[in-house]
């Protein structure tokens, strides 16, 4: 599914109107074949991956030009999928994400700066289950032809977000860290 | 208590011991399988109890393969004087039947496990590779084989125990004293 990145056009439009330069900075829809979100956490040690099959970026990114570049993830919570069916129904239930009252987990960025060498550190706001975080996620960035790829990992703590309420903040089952690994691939238009 | 390896008229030692671990270890990884499945959602306690199940049933694996390698190299006593020769080929069927259920039933139980995407992790330390991609088909099969070995094997247990009893009580040859030397 292809979704374009309506808020991030209106400012790219606006830059291109300003500088003429057309590089980097382009109208991108997120290109959902090649582009994943995935978040994996250990039960008693065991790697569980879980993946979200429905998200949208709006990604505005030139390197030379991070002071106006700009990123914004809107996750589909309820699009989860997660080892089986009952897994997967009570990850989406109440003490997890909450998928039916929080429906929408959204990074929006607030700094783009070089980070260590190869990566930019992407300073913003995370907000999963109503409870919003300030974070810097590492991220690498390359562009092949008229793709731009971006790929990176963040770790959280799930108790922050209160993910795995009630009998599942024991986090000797189900470890506090857990591990968003993203990919988006980006088609310039 | 005779504890020399190759006792023609008992089990050594060794052979008793990895008989009830292996016994032991069975009844409560068989225990744990029921009341495990038969909680009902997801919850934390019912996840150790899976982990807890594997961890049981890789250990009994690794014991189940040192028993087997001991009994190839180490002869059993003979049957009791008497006895008849359908009830000695019976035991012996039975006993060759268990020997190849304690392999196999965690095998089955492993495979299940990496057919369902789920890597063992022993002890919660071990990652143990996972022998089979995630595939859904072949988790329900793998779960059907690895149940109804248990109930085959469960039922060659009732069998041979109730051997054992009828051996100590009704033919009083000494059989059950082989494997629990107290009795002797």
């Known amino acids: ?189 | 208590m005779r504890s020399t390896a190759n006792a023609p008229t008992g089990y050594g030692a060794t052979a008793i011991a990895l008989h009830w671990v292996i016994a032991l270890a069975i009844f409560a990884a068989f225990g744990l399988g029921l009341y495990m499945t038969g909680i009902p959602g997801l919850t934390p306690t019912k996840l150790k109890l899976y982990s807890w199940h594997k961890w049981l049933g890789v250990t009994i694996f690794a014991v189940a393969v040192l028993r087997v390698l001991w009994r190839a190299t180490h002869a059993a006593p003979p049957v009791a004087p008497g006895t008849p020769a359908w009830q000695a080929r019976a035991a012996a069927g039975a006993h060759h039947l268990l020997y190849l259920l304690i392999v196999i039933v965690p095998i089955s139980g492993y495979l299940y496990s990496s057919a369902a995407g789920v890597p063992v992790v022993y002890l919660g330390l071990w990652k143990m590779p996972a022998l089979l991609e995630k595939n859904d088909e072949l988790k329900e099969v793998l779960k059907f084989v690895h149940i109804w070995l248990n109930y085959l094997m469960a039922a060659v247990v009732v069998v041979h125990a109730a051997a054992a009893v009828k051996h100590q009580f009704v033919d009083r040859d000494g059989t059950l004293g082989r494997m629990l030397p107290f009795l002797r």
């Open chain 1, 1 to 189: 599914m292809k979704r374009n990145s309506r808020r991030g056009s209106l400012v790219i439009a606006a830059v291109l109107a300003a500088s003429g330069i057309a590089a980097n900075l382009a109208w991108a829809q997120v290109d959902a074949a090649k582009s994943s979100v995935t978040a994996v956490a250990r039960q008693i040690g065991v790697p569980m991956e879980g993946k979200f099959k429905k998200f949208d970026a709006a990604v505005s990114f030139d390197p030379a030009k991070l002071a106006t570049s700009s990123a914004k993830v809107e996750i589909d919570v309820s699009s989860f999928e997660i080892g089986d069916a009952e897994t997967t129904k009570e990850v989406k239930g109440k003490d997890w994400f909450d998928a039916a009252k929080y429906p929408k987990a959204v990074f929006q960025s607030t700094s783009i700066k070089n980070g260590t060498p190869g990566k930019y550190d992407v300073a913003g706001k995370l907000t999963i289950k109503g409870k919003t975080v300030d974070v810097v996620v590492p991220a690498t960035y390359r562009q092949e032809g008229a793709v731009q790829v971006f790929e990176g990992a963040l770790p959280i703590k799930r108790t922050v977000f209160n993910i795995g309420d009630g009998e599942w903040k024991d986090t000797s089952v189900v470890a506090d860290d857990v591990q968003i690994k993203f990919r988006i691939v980006l088609a310039k238009k």
